[in-house]
């Protein structure tokens, strides 16, 4: 090795020159932010569903509205597999936890089993196994260790493998429930959202809801974070996203808001720290969980309004897949480089990632970091949104300064958006 | 028989009633929904409990400075190949044969430390014995290897100018070797002749170096333009000359009559002999050549065959006594540069410092004394003494400290805060020109600033500093304490400490830069289950507990040794 002085007499101006390559590293992360990867084509429809391959990453199924499943392969970036599923919409797909086989339900009121293999030659491309229901299921999930799936429309049921009909069905009111999801870690729970603007949790061993959130408007979906067992984010009608704690639904942790138009979808990174959320804007945001807004934000003219987003379990892709009919791939970290990094390539890549969390905070440098061009659309409702709630909050503090001190409490943000909580 | 004397019914009546009244009344059944309530909401606290005992891990994982995923990371040990072999078994009738046959000669069929037959006579010899003979076995080991190493490492030798060189010296080697066995023992000597005329043998009959081949061909076609290619072929006809070179052993009894004949038949190489009487006349008398040889003297017999080994090893001898003093000569060459070129950056150097100074002080002392007027002033730049007395009559009239003073006065007024005037004559009394507003007045409407803070250059009285601040330097800077940060010291220092490998060592650079997030490419991160994290915290005992371990302990993978790169 070289011998070397640390001597810092020898080596002055550290702080300039570190923030000179931390603005260098910044402009260059934006120069290669390139995300985009591929898109896959093939459906003769808008794409209503995902589901990940358990076992492989580079498979992915995609229910379209015209009842088309196809199965792609990432890495070829072809369909590898077409079934006709149902008539009408696929509402809801799932794969189940070994990867053998996976769900499908449609508007034509049936849950049917596939399996993930294809067809040998001469076999037809059939289901292991159809449910006939008598009313529509509209999502669909399977839990993550046991041979059970649940299912939703006009109430949870939670159905066994080898049965026809539920082992039992959860209800609570009267409501059309559009999503149900199951917690990877404590995996008894479940957690729905109806059209009542509501979302319930539901404990499968005792069988019985458990409670019930109302907000001021509907949530689409819901998923729960891998990586921390009572922490779920709801994506909902009010352009914003909400992450609850399970133990303290009267206000959530974090309201995350930059979306411009309804929430979609919402999944997220397997690691738990961040996630992705669909929108009916065209864009797809991601979100740190602790943060209040986006630290990314994709955007194609061609894509119209994302549907279903899913962040592929290696941490390194998402795929959203819109209104007409393309799957889209994009990587995660828009800047990064893939493959195999040499030792010193790795190494100057850590320095710089550090260099821009330490200076962070000076102006020029969040300029730059910050700086995402949107389409014309998003950029003038940002804009118009941003008007009208401060128009709004003048009118509070004019309100609240011109009336009896004390009369006006104060309200957080968080809790402005429940409406109450039922037990 | 008696009449029926009729009871009191009042009697029954009063004891219902008090049992009655005892007996409190059954509860109302709860309505399903207030029993469903119930039942929610006992679930409801038990379900919070359960996964209250995330609590801890889910904490500590925000908090972690590194996560590595996927958390299970499973090594793929290998295997020691003495298991595996030891594990195999033969099988086939073929393996059990030639298993038998190497039982009975105790011959090793895994490959251990010591042999069978080695381990039987380590048990015949002594201790020391047995000591002495592993040490010399070692020694024999660490030899060999050593030679295999070295050869290894010479094989990988492109560079042609060493490969010439060593086919000079190996050359002149073997004609030492050669010569050395001539005197010690003819008869391997002749062995040797025999194999050089072997040599020679297969090189005329193979017409290996003459230019025909494919390589000499292409060679030709290149010949005409490139030097190196000529110089090539050339080597090449050299080299076949070189070999089919006759080597002549003069036998002193056949001597006089063989050598000419010799001379006739092969027609090569035209040895002169130095004073070689009686075979040829005409060749009598000193050779041009340098020939003065000590080995000249060992006889006649020698004659022929060293005459072309002496001439070559004079050519070589020459060449290389040349070589070393080319070699020699560039040296000092280089170092007579190198002393040139160093005494005169030296005299430079002295030579420009001092113009330079001295135009300097010229120039100032000019300029002054053109601006004071000073008349008459001589300067000569030689000499000190005059020099500071010029200095001193030029500034005579020059008070340095009192003007600095007064400009700092100036600056330190300039730079406090004014007092805000918001007085208006009227309002509350009379005004008018000539009329003042009343002291009270003043006092209430002249609003006086919060005093400023103390100036850096306080205790410094020949210095001023600036407090303005300076536009171009905030844009960049930093005006609010960010929000993780508690303290403008904890930020500063932050943003103080260089993280770069210019002011840190290199193990230090990394610890510093580690991500915070490390994945394995083509790995799927499962979601957290109660099997990664070892010991689960109680909701109970929480907060006692220290810090879980969410990543498992695993042993290091074994760590490759750099290849340390030959310098």
Redesign the interface.
Same mark, same amino acid.
């Given at each position: 090795?070289v011998p &070397?002085n640390?001597d810092?007499a020898l080596?002055p101006f550290?702080?300039p &020159?570190?923030?000179t &390559?931390a603005l260098n590293a910044t402009k260059l992360e934006r120069v290669f932010a390139k995300p985009f990867l591929s898109s896959l084509d093939g459906h003769r429809d808008g794409v209503n569903c995902m589901a990940k391959h358990?076992?492989s #990453?580079s498979t992915v199924l995609s229910g379209a509205c015209d009842g088309e499943v196809k199965i792609w392969n990432l890495t070829k970036r072809q369909c590898v597999r077409t079934i006709q599923a149902h008539e009408g919409f696929v509402r809801g797909m799932c794969a189940r936890f070994c990867g053998t086989s996976f769900f499908t339900v449609g508007d034509d009121k049936t849950v049917k089993q596939w399996k993930m293999e294809s067809p040998e030659y001469g076999e037809e491309e059939e289901p292991i196994h159809t449910i006939l229901g008598k009313t529509v299921y509209t999502g669909i999930d399977h839990h993550?260790k046991e041979a059970v799936f649940a299912t939703c429309g006009h109430q949870v049921d939670i159905w066994d493998e080898q049965r026809t009909s539920p082992m039992c069905s959860l209800t609570w009111g009267f409501d059309s429930i559009s999503s149900v999801k199951f917690n990877?870690?404590?995996t008894y729970?479940l957690g729905s959202c109806a059209s009542d603007r509501n979302i319930v #949790?539901y404990?499968m061993r005792?069988s019985?809801?458990?409670?019930k959130v109302i907000l001021n408007m509907r949530t689409n979906t819901l998923c729960w974070n891998?990586?921390?067992?009572?922490?779920f984010t709801a994506a909902n009608e009010d352009y914003n996203l909400y992450t609850f704690d399970? &133990?303290f639904l009267e206000s959530p942790m974090t309201v995350h808001m930059d979306h411009v138009s309804a929430v979609l979808d919402v999944d997220y990174s397997?690691?738990?720290?961040e996630f992705v959320s669909a929108s009916f804007d065209k864009s797809v945001r991601i979100f740190p969980v602790d943060k209040g807004h986006s630290r990314e934000v994709y955007h194609t003219k061609r894509m119209q309004h994302v549907i279903t987003v899913k962040w592929t379990?290696?941490?390194?892709y998402i795929l959203c897949g819109s209104d007409e009919m393309n799957i889209r791939l994009w990587k995660a970290n828009a800047s990064e480089k893939l493959g195999?990094l040499a030792p010193r390539e790795k190494?100057a890549m850590?320095?710089n990632?550090? #260099?821009k969390e330490?200076?962070q905070?000076?102006?020029?440098i969040r300029r730059i970091a910050q700086h995402r061009h949107l389409p014309k659309s998003i950029f003038c409702q940002i804009k118009e949104q941003r008007i009208m709630r401060e128009a709004r909050r003048r009118k509070e503090l004019n309100r609240r300064k011109h009336s009896k001190p004390g009369s006006m409490p104060f309200v957080s943000e968080r809790k402005k958006h429940i409406v109450a909580v039922v037990? | 028989m008696q009449p029926i004397r009729p009871k009191s019914a009042l009697s029954t009546v009063k004891k219902e009633l008090t049992k009655v009244k005892q007996k409190k009344a059954v509860e109302l059944p709860l309505s399903k929904e207030e029993a469903e309530r119930v039942v929610r909401e006992a679930a409801y606290v038990r379900t919070s409990k359960d996964v209250g005992k995330w609590q801890q891990v889910v904490l500590q994982n925000r908090r972690a400075e590194q996560l590595v995923f996927p958390l299970k990371q499973e090594i793929a040990t290998v295997v020691p190949l003495e298991q595996v072999v030891s594990t195999w078994k033969a099988r086939t009738p073929l393996e059990q044969e030639i298993f038998g046959l190497l039982h009975k000669t105790q011959q090793p069929i895994t490959d251990p430390l010591l042999t069978p037959e080695e381990t039987a006579s380590l048990q015949a010899m002594s201790l020391e014995e047995a000591r002495q003979r592993r040490a010399e076995l070692q020694k024999a080991r660490v030899v060999q290897s050593y030679y295999e190493a070295k050869a290894r490492r010479e094989k990988k030798i492109k560079s042609k100018k060493y490969h010439r060189v060593l086919k000079k010296s190996k050359r002149r080697k073997a004609l030492k070797e050669f010569e050395q066995l001539h005197k010690t023992d003819p008869e391997a000597a002749l062995a040797r002749l025999e194999e050089l005329e072997q040599l020679r043998m297969q090189e005329r009959m193979s017409l290996k170096h003459q230019n025909k081949g494919k390589w000499a061909r292409s060679r030709a076609i290149m010949a005409k333009y490139d030097l190196e290619a000529r110089k090539a072929m050339q080597e090449q006809l050299a080299r076949n000359k070189e070999l089919t070179q006759k080597v002549r052993v003069e036998l002193p009894e056949e001597e006089p009559s063989d050598v000419p004949e010799e001379d006739l038949t092969s027609g090569t190489v035209p040895a002169i002999p130095a004073g070689a009487s009686g075979a040829n006349p005409w060749m009598l008398g000193k050779p041009s050549g340098p020939t003065e040889e000590p080995k000249a003297q060992e006889g006649l017999e020698n004659v022929a065959v060293p005459d072309a080994v002496e001439s070559k090893e004079e050519m070589e001898e020459d060449e290389e006594e040349e070589e070393l003093s080319e070699e020699e000569a560039l040296l000092q060459d280089f170092a007579q540069k190198r002393h040139v070129r160093q005494q005169q950056a030296r005299s430079l150097e002295e030579q420009g410092g001092e113009l330079t100074a001295r135009e300097c002080v010229s120039g100032v002392l000019q300029g002054w004394a053109k601006a004071r007027g000073v008349v008459g002033a001589v300067f000569c730049p030689e000499g000190g003494i005059d020099q500071r007395g010029v200095i001193t009559e030029a500034f005579a009239g020059d008070d340095v400290v009192a003007d600095f003073s007064r400009e700092k006065r100036k600056a330190e007024e300039a730079a406090k805060p004014q007092p805000v005037n918001l007085v208006l004559p009227g309002w509350g009394e009379w005004g008018g020109t000539g009329l003042k507003p009343s002291a009270r007045k003043i006092k209430r409407f002249l609003l006086k600033p919060p005093p400023a803070p103390p100036r850096k250059d306080q205790h410094l009285p020949h210095v001023i500093m600036s407090e303005r601040r300076n536009i171009h330097a905030a844009a960049h800077q930093v005006s609010e304490l960010p929000f993780p940060f508690e303290k403008h010291q904890q930020f500063e220092q932050s943003i103080r400490t260089p993280v770069g490998a210019t002011w840190n060592t290199q193990r230090a650079f990394q610890k510093l830069t580690t991500p915070r997030i490390i994945t394995r490419a083509g790995h799927i991160i499962q979601p957290l289950s109660a099997e990664d994290v070892p010991d689960m915290a109680t909701p109970a005992g929480a907060g006692a507990k220290p810090a879980l371990e969410i990543v498992p302990q695993r042993p290091e993978p074994p760590c490759r040794r750099r290849r340390r790169r030959a310098r």
């Open positions: 090795a &070397r640390y810092p080596h550290e702080v &020159r570190e923030y &390559r358990p076992k #990453l993550w990877p870690i404590e729970l #949790l404990d005792k019985t809801p458990l409670k891998p990586m921390e067992a009572f922490v399970m &133990r397997p690691t738990g720290k379990s290696d941490n390194k195999v190494a850590n320095y990632q550090k #260099l330490k200076f905070y000076h102006p020029q037990k | -």
